[in-house]
């Protein structure tokens, strides 16, 4: 069934013109709401289907989450499932689906992620969690695919996060956290204040051991890993993936790109090759961290040819 978007107020003072008492007045207004509601149609989602990354010859639209370029790939509904594979165990699904889209433009492979989430978490503290969303793909081709557990010892896979805390440090144009959760806080003369740059970020240590939590200036919102199994997720100092996250309407709209040529972390994600391919989703709202978090099964990732 076709999923329609509701007209608000805004789109009733852009596209309806005059209104009395609810109802818009004159055939042209009648028709421009019309037209605004074709366009915020969703065409229906298929379940099940491989996601076939449409080739675009064009600029990928990586940055822009609502570009009309999206809609040329087929939107595939992807089932999530409470993880209680390994502890820390999520009880219960708090989403049970995400939508998702793919294109690429032989340089990049880039994915559209969507998930209903009413609540924007974005900021970490002390029991604050942020939402994020993964994408896991085998560094190497062929079947069977790794174990879904981010894989084993001799399979690894390539593992991409989104974090909105990241994606608030680059909206923002700086590092977000203790000033911005309680803004009436008091604090002492920071190292910053007083001593030269290359001293005092000896006190930031986080800083000066390069934890990617620790960094002032971010240049993506895309973390990424790779895994071997269980406990052994690793960060990739790499910054070459992109992405862009943008909430509205009680949902994330969230692009993750990475280049097709992984050099250094796996194979190269080729047109006419195909890829498993799964997700997780987590909701800062009902503190989802590390293993808590919705789960994807095992999908095909279909990278279409050029010609």
């Known amino acids: ?182 803004p009436e806080v008091v604090h002492d003369v920071m190292p910053d204040d007083v001593l030269p740059p290359e001293q005092a970020g000896l006190y930031w240590v986080g800083r000066q051991a390069g934890n990617p939590l620790s960094q002032v200036v971010r240049t993506t919102p895309i973390e990424q890993n790779v895994a071997e199994g269980f406990g052994s997720v690793t960060h990739l100092p790499t910054h070459t993936a992109r992405g862009h996250g943008v909430h509205e309407d009680g949902r994330w709209r969230v692009t993750v790109a990475v280049p097709a040529v992984r050099e250094g972390i796996g194979e190269a994600l080729a047109p006419g090759t195909s890829w498993p391919v799964s997700f997780a989703v987590w909701l800062g709202s009902r503190e989802d961290r590390g293993g808590r978090k919705q789960i994807a099964s095992w999908q095909t990732l279909v990278v279409e040819e050029t010609a």
């Open 1 to 182: 069934m076709t999923e329609e978007r509701r007209i608000t107020r805004r789109d009733a003072l852009l596209y309806g013109g005059a209104a009395t008492g609810g109802v818009v007045a004159g055939s042209a207004a009648v028709a421009a709401l019309a037209a605004a509601v074709e366009r915020r149609k969703e065409e229906p989602a298929v379940t099940g289907e491989p996601i076939v990354a449409a080739y675009v010859s064009g600029e990928l639209p990586v940055l822009d989450p609502g570009a009309g370029a999206w809609r040329r790939a087929q939107r595939v509904l992807v089932p999530l499932v409470a993880q209680q594979i390994a502890p820390p165990f999520l009880e219960e699904a708090g989403v049970s689906e995400l939508r998702v889209r793919a294109l690429h433009d032989t340089v990049e492979v880039a994915l559209l992620l969507e998930w209903k989430d009413r609540d924007v978490d974005d900021l970490d503290g002390i029991r604050r969690y942020h939402d994020a969303v993964a994408v896991q793909i085998p560094t190497r081709a062929g079947s069977p695919p790794p174990a879904l557990t981010m894989g084993s010892p001799g399979n690894a896979v390539h593992i991409l996060q989104w974090r909105a805390t990241w994606q608030r440090d680059i909206d923002s144009g700086g590092k977000t956290g203790v000033d911005q959760i309680y």
